[in-house]
T-cell receptor
Framework: DTEVTQTPKHLVMGMTNKKSLKCEQH?????MYWYKQKAKKPPELMFV???????INESVPSRFSPECPNSSLLNLHLHALQPEDSALYLC??????????FGVGEQFFGPGTRLTVL | AQSVTQPDIHITVSEGASLELRCNYS??????LFWYVQSPGQGLQLLLK??????LVQGIKGFEAEFKRSQSSFNLRKPSVHWSDAAEYFC?????????FGAGTRLTVKP
């Protein structure tokens, strides 16, 4: 199994809702990532988990709350979002995280969740 | 700090024509370089990567890229473009813990 799966594919939520995005991989990768991508822009890194521990938080607002229950699963909990948070949310994984340096593993991306905040 | 520049925002080529997408990077040591492709509303798919060794790298879907240290470039090429190659192409530098993407080049293929 060489893919990263994400659910749901599409999500529409109001500003007072609480929802969660889910990401799963079964490649034995020990690093997992959340990215946010606005239209016609490159992905922007939000969070990095290495060995199930949060290692990088790119100053993301607290209305986004990541969780890594085990080495295969990554969640992103959403609460009190704003319309400008509407975007494609991408999950990725890689084999070997090396804190503070570049590793030799590429990142494998899921298909993304298209989030619309009304 | 590492960074990636893709000078061309949008390129249009005719089907069957050759393609070259430009990528320049800034990094203090030997970089790890990648090209990803993204179809509309989809995730990113890795086309090819360079870590070390042979500077001409072969990838999937008939793509290749050449690492030129003297020019700090890692340009993507394809000898004959197919209509299905129309997509957004991202060059990236980095690796496991930190990936920096260029702004992307949108490829349109004319029939």
């Amino acid at each position: 199994d060489t893919e990263v799966t994400q659910t749901p594919k599409h999500l529409v939520m109001g500003m007072t809702n609480k929802k969660s995005l889910k990401c799963e991989q079964h490649m034995g990768h020990r690093a997992m990532y959340w990215y946010k991508q606005k239209a016609k822009k490159p992905p922007e890194l939000m969070f990095v988990y290495s060995y199930e521990k949060l290692s990088i938080n790119e100053s993301v607002p607290s209305r986004f709350s990541p969780e890594c229950p085990n080495s295969s699963l990554l969640n992103l909990h959403l609460h009190a979002l704003q319309p400008e948070d509407s975007a494609l949310y991408l999950c990725a994984s890689s084999a070997s995280p090396l804190s503070g340096t570049f590793g030799v593993g590429e990142q494998f991306f899921g298909p993304g969740t298209r989030l619309t905040v009304l | 700090a590492q960074s990636v520049t893709q000078p061309d925002i949008h390129i249009t080529v005719s089907e069957g024509a050759s393609l070259e997408l430009r990528c320049n990077y800034s990094y203090g040591a030997t970089p790890y370089l990648f090209w990803y492709v993204q179809s509309p509303g989809q995730g990113l798919q890795l086309l090819l990567k360079y870590f070390s060794g042979d500077t001409l790298v072969q990838g999937i879907k008939g793509f290749e890229a050449e690492f030129k240290r003297s020019q700090s470039s890692f340009n993507l090429r394809k000898p004959s473009v197919h209509w299905s190659d129309a997509a957004e192409y991202f060059c990236a530098v980095g690796g496991s813990n930190d990936m920096r993407f260029g702004a992307g080049t949108r490829l349109t293929v004319k029939p």
